[in-house]
């Protein structure tokens, strides 16, 4: 029997944008080797397909779109916005802010308010999206591994929900950064760690 209310569950896609994704995506050069190592948006689409199967909430949790001079009047950038302030990432009205193709919304998905760094939590409706639709168990996959898919699982289990992430689902950087996330990081907090297979075969138990 599986540990999963599929009513109480969602899918929360992080990130799931052309600029990390696909070829010619302002980041690729640098995620393409884990993003095709792990075999990244072939795993989304089968964690997609299960979750409409078994009509589980998917839930899209996207980065603010950016304009030039958006980050200008923080007083603390982090190092990721440092990193990247010669070029505007997920610029809005761009191929690169768009989802990959073959990750598209559908009618009953959910996108959430766009977050500005980390957590797909903070200063978002995500928190409100899951309670009105009376989820519990919140299931994580997408980009980037150390940055996005960390600050969110981590903000999840602080509001009390139960944090899944999907180890064949996330991508990073480098390899180095998503060992830190599964292996490191995600096992002190969160609540269960699965493949995607394993997932796929848990919620079909």
């Given amino acids: 029997m599986s540990i999963y209310n599929l009513k109480k569950t969602a899918l929360v896609l ?17 995620t393409k080797e884990t993003v095709e190592g792990i075999g990244l948006v072939q795993n989304l689409k089968n964690l997609i397909a299960a979750a409409r199967q078994h009509n589980i909430q998917i839930i899209y949790a996207p980065h603010h779109h950016t304009t030039a001079g958006d980050y200008l009047n923080w007083k603390f950038r982090s190092p990721s916005h440092e990193g990247s ?10 191929w690169g802010a768009e989802f990959h193709p073959e990750l598209q919304p559908q009618p009953n998905d959910l996108i959430a308010q766009n977050h500005w760094t980390g957590s797909g939590f903070a200063n978002t409706d995500l928190d409100f999206l899951l309670r009105m639709h009376d989820i ?3 299931v994580l996959a997408g980009m980037r591994a ?12 602080e509001l009390g929900y139960h944090v899944t ?4 689902g996330i991508a ?34």
């Fill in 14 to 30: 992080v990130d799931p944008f052309n600029d990390f994704l696909s070829e010619g995506g302002k980041l690729y050069p640098v």
């Fill in 85 to 94: 302030k010669n070029t505007t990432l997920f610029e809005k009205g761009s």
């Fill in 136 to 138: 519990e168990h919140i």
């Fill in 146 to 157: 150390n940055t996005c898919i960390d600050s969110t699982a981590r903000y999840g289990v």
């Fill in 165 to 168: 992430l999907i180890k064949d």
């Fill in 172 to 205: 990073a950087f480098n390899w180095k950064e998503i060992e830190v996330t599964v292996e490191t990081n995600f096992p002190a907090y969160g609540h269960a760690l699965f493949s995607t297979e394993a997932f796929i075969n848990e919620i079909q138990s």
